[in-house]
């Protein structure tokens, strides 16, 4: 009997990406060998993302493909994950009843027992011994799942549960896996990274499971993400500070800067709040990179509130801003009991606008970067040319050869508003 083959297509976050590669992991450990064609797999998994119509739209015509590949195919096994699949999925079994079994985020259960039934030493939550195959010197490491904010326009809490964290000791011990099989950076990953610990019995905080990780000899940096302003506590940002690892590097959405708009979101902070952790964060490391994410044409957002927005953007002037206009995610509060009043196309200007802000804003940072000596870890390639980030997460394109996984100085050349270009500083680092 001829090897049975997988093949896992993912769409969404990184927490996504993570999930994933953890299943292509227990897949190999099943005797399942990857290949990158659904019309040569015995088994196809979709790993879907539901925070965005446009990631289910993609989910939906995937399933469509995957449903002709089984008309040829009847004993091809099929499994849809991630957050299109909730606690109760009646209603996709309907839909797509060539789908075999359904698994809601790190449940990875009934896709194992779909290949081979109930197997004890694969199951469990985060299938403590099953760690992902890196595939280069950078790796995402889940620390702590699901979101208890529910937000009126997020489906996440609704998909991925309460917030559960990870032990230490378990983390520390993936990482190091990691970091034997080449990984020289991680990013540690949760919905709100810095709820971390809240839950376990012993307390520990983001920064405390940092501290435990940067004793780590071959690892070299630490990165985290997604942030949120309230759980981002002075004890946190002390060890970001003072811990040479971790990466002055933070992805803080805001949404809003209105607090009438931040009030009907159900942020939990309000404009100023949120402007004095930025400030906080600065005074603690100047230099810091800041990146944001903005709804644009929420339900009931005037003009005015929307001036506030860009009037934020201005004044705090982050690294990147995400940008997105809304639109409704069925099962969210908004959803439900909001009116999607913003016609389209002033959602549509309005997006614009914050585009022009950030890149100019963009630019005019990225320009304060020419001309200075930069730490990047080369990550990989874009054809021959070789990428990484600095500390401060600048994408850097390198103009020089460099070596995957090296830590190299680089000196800045050139500045565009998404991406900065340099040489290495010393040619002995080649080797």
């Known amino acids: 009997m001829s090897q049975q083959k997988y093949y896992i297509w993912t769409v969404g976050c990184q927490m996504n990406k993570a999930d994933s590669e953890k299943l292509a992991a227990g897949f190999e450990r099943m005797g399942l060998k990857a290949t990158d064609r659904a019309e040569r797999a015995d088994v196809v998994v979709l790993n879907t993302c539901s925070v965005r119509q446009h990631a289910e739209d993609r989910a939906y015509s995937k399933l469509g493909r995957v449903r002709d590949i089984k008309k040829q195919k009847p004993g091809l096994k099929v499994a849809l994950m991630g957050c299109m699949v909730g606690l109760k999925h009646d209603d996709l079994a309907q839909r797509f009843p060539y789908v075999d079994a359904f698994a809601r985020p790190q449940h990875f259960e009934p896709i194992v027992e779909l290949i081979e039934g109930p197997a004890e030493d694969l199951g469990g939550e985060f299938w403590p011994t099953t760690y992902a195959i890196p595939e280069g010197p950078t790796a995402f490491v ?192 908004a959803w439900r009991k909001m009116e999607n009043d913003v016609p389209n196309d002033v959602k549509t200007e309005r997006l614009h606008r914050v585009e022009e802000i950030e890149h100019r804003i963009s630019q005019e ?33 390198l103009d020089t050869p460099a070596r995957e996984g090296k830590l190299v100085d680089v000196r800045i050349q050139h500045a565009g508003p998404f991406s900065l270009r340099g040489t290495l500083e010393d040619a002995l680092t080649l080797v």
């Open 142 to 333: 889940p620390v702590v799942h699901g979101c208890n904010k529910f937000c009126t326009y997020c489906i996440v809490p609704y998909r991925r549960g309460r917030e559960r964290s990870r032990p230490v000791d378990e983390i520390v011990r993936e990482v190091a896996y990691l970091t034997v099989h080449g990984v020289r950076e991680v990013t540690l990953l949760g919905q709100t990274v810095e709820a971390y610990g809240h839950d376990l019995s012993e307390k520990p905080d983001l920064g405390d499971l940092m501290r435990e990780l940067s004793e780590l000899e071959r690892l070299e940096r630490i990165r985290f993400l997604t942030s949120y302003p309230k759980d981002m506590t002075p004890r946190i940002l002390e060890a970001i500070a003072e811990l040479p690892k971790v990466m002055e590097c933070f992805s803080l959405p805001v949404q809003a800067g209105s607090d009438t708009v931040l009030e009907s979101m159900r942020r939990g902070y309000t404009r100023q709040e949120y402007i004095d952790k930025v400030r906080e964060v600065r005074d603690l490391m100047p230099g810091a990179g800041i990146t944001t994410d903005v709804i644009v044409g929420y339900p009931g957002e005037t003009e005015a509130d929307f001036e506030q927005t860009c009037g934020m953007l201005e004044e705090l002037r982050f690294d990147k801003v995400h940008v997105a206009a809304y639109s409704p995610r069925p099962g969210t509060i």
């Open 365 to 397: 940072l990225n320009d304060a970067y020419v001309g200075t000596l930069q730490s990047v870890l080369v990550e990989g390639f874009r054809g021959d040319q070789p990428f990484g980030r600095t500390r401060t997460g600048k994408l850097v394109h």
